[in-house]
């Protein structure tokens, strides 16, 4: 008897120590699963833009938009703020999460202007590569990448532009979501049209709250912070502007 009962013991024991060694991997490998999330929504990304224009533009665009969501990300991080990982939306692009709110709007705006400011300088790797080798698959690339972070710079919430009106005149939203409502009306798809959904919750979220005194003290920026933002602001679309006037081409298929 006593020998069945020292066999279960030990059975349970090595049980156990299997459970510990388990829980063991899975605290491990539970901080990769960031890593794994973002790595997973990349690759489901890249096929599903391969299927269209084929896994090499697809490779690319979705390393443009990483660079640009790294953007944010490494503001964020100076900032202070704590983020999720970068999860990609096939035809959507992709986001990181704050897991913080900005404490003021000159904050919002910094992260917010990030995005495009880093995403346009990686747009200059496919624009030198087509300067070196001609190949138009680079120049697409550099073009759909200027492309990107100047429709980024939209003034309206929640694009990346609109968080950069939060420190200049919120009433820029106004003119920036009827801009979007006539680009809607304009080139009609639903991508735009869930834009606009969002754009015109978010509008109307903060609408709400423009008369509480933490809505003013949020938006209670310096003019030496405006002007600064402003001028980035203003600069990097017109750099944009002139980048995609000089990478466009007519398709030939």
Known sequence: ???????????????LAKLGSSLKFLLVLLPKAKLFTTAGTMLVSIGAYALLWGWQFGVGFVLLLLVHELGHAIQMRREGMKTTAPVFIPFMGAVIGMKDM??????????????????????????????????????????????????????????????????????MWIVGFAGLLVAAILFPNPIIFIIV???????????????????????????????????????????????????HFQRTF
């Not at 020998?3 to 013991?9: S, T």
């Not at 429709?151 to 990346?160: I, M, R, S, T, Y």
């Not at 933002?229 to 990097?236: H, K, R």
């Open 1 to 15: 008897m006593f020998k069945r009962i020292g066999a279960g013991i030990a059975a349970l024991g090595a049980l």
């Open 102 to 171: 900005p404490k003021n709007a000159a904050m919002e705006a910094r992260v917010g202007l990030a995005g495009p400011i880093l995403g346009s300088i990686g747009c200059l790797v496919p624009l030198a590569l087509y300067g070196l080798t001609g190949n138009n698959l680079f120049r697409a690339l550099a073009f759909i990448g200027f492309f990107l972070n100047l429709f980024n710079l939209l003034p309206v919430v929640p694009l990346d532009g609109g968080r950069a009106m939060a420190a200049i005149s919120p009433f």
């Open 197 to 247: 959904l969002f754009a015109g919750l978010e509008a109307w979220r903060r609408f709400k709250l423009r008369k509480s005194p933490e809505h003013q003290a949020y938006h209670d920026v310096s003019r030496g912070t405006r002007i600064a933002v402003a001028v980035v602001y203003l600069g990097l679309a017109l750099l944009l502007v002139v980048g995609m006037h000089f990478t």
